[in-house]
């Protein structure tokens, strides 16, 4: 049983719209959560880091924290081309990272 | 943010040699991992580290063997390479203590014809 479930998508929005990507984890225990971007063919980029309920912004980019409802999610403001990419979602804590398998986001110019 | 180098970045190998993939880092850290991936595919853990001569196997069992014999180095072994091993490596290491941010290097591209 996986423990990080993530939507393979793809998700596809138009340029400048709200791009919203979500997660679910199992490991209640878990206190950190990490968005890591992928461009195809390159290794994983970690952009966003979450330990506490509520939300976290960082540019464009949004992490939101449930740890009662044990997801998580991350919202690309004025989505870009460039923004096209894996997301991979990530459950911290202990001496492993648990990596969902991603969801593809393409932006339409 | 960790600064993480693998090499080769491309390696194309005939079935049956032996490779090792390098993976080294400058910040320190004390955990270091090796993930495969395959194209548009998930991340698969098959070696991790918490420090020099410890070493232990991920989730995906693998005929690759690793060593840690310093705490920048941590580098991956196939003995007898085969067309089943062509996929990407990838390389990443963090802080023991703190919150587990991992940072990756750039990987490897393996082909075995």
């Known amino acids: 049983q996986k423990e990080v479930e993530q939507n393979s998508g793809p998700l596809s929005v138009p340029e400048g719209a709200i791009a919203s990507l979500n997660c679910t984890y199992s490991?209640?225990?878990?206190?950190?959560f990490f968005w890591y971007r992928q461009y195809s063919g390159k290794s994983p980029e970690l952009i966003m880091s979450?330990?506490?309920?509520g939300d976290k912004e960082d540019g464009r980019f949004t992490a939101q924290l449930n740890k009662a409802s044990q997801y998580v999610s991350l919202l690309i403001r004025d989505s870009q081309p460039s923004d096209s990419a894996t997301y991979l979602c990530?459950?911290?804590?202990?001496?492993?990272?648990?990596f969902g398998a991603g969801t593809r986001l393409f932006v339409k110019a | 943010e960790a600064d993480i180098y693998q090499t080769p970045r491309y390696l194309v190998i005939g079935t049956g040699k032996k490779i090792t993939l390098e993976c080294s880092q400058t910040?320190?850290?004390?955990?270091m991992y090796w993930y495969q991936q395959d194209p548009g595919m998930e991340l698969h853990l098959i070696h991790y580290?918490?420090?020099?001569?410890?070493?232990e196997k991920g989730d995906l069992s693998s005929e690759s063997t690793v060593s840690r014999i310093r705490t920048e180095h941590f580098p991956l072994t196939l003995e007898s390479a085969r067309p089943s091993h062509t996929s990407q490596y990838l390389c990443?290491?963090?802080?023991?203590?703190?919150?587990?941010?991992?940072?990756f290097g750039p990987g490897t591209r393996l082909t075995v014809t």
């Open positions: 990443a290491s963090s802080e023991y203590l703190g919150d587990y941010e991992q940072y």
């Open positions: 490991d209640r225990g878990s206190q950190s």
């Open positions: 979450i330990y506490s309920n």
């Open positions: 990530a459950q911290g804590g202990g001496f492993k990272t648990i």
């Open positions: 910040m320190g850290h004390d955990k």
């Open positions: 580290s918490y420090g020099v001569n410890s070493t």
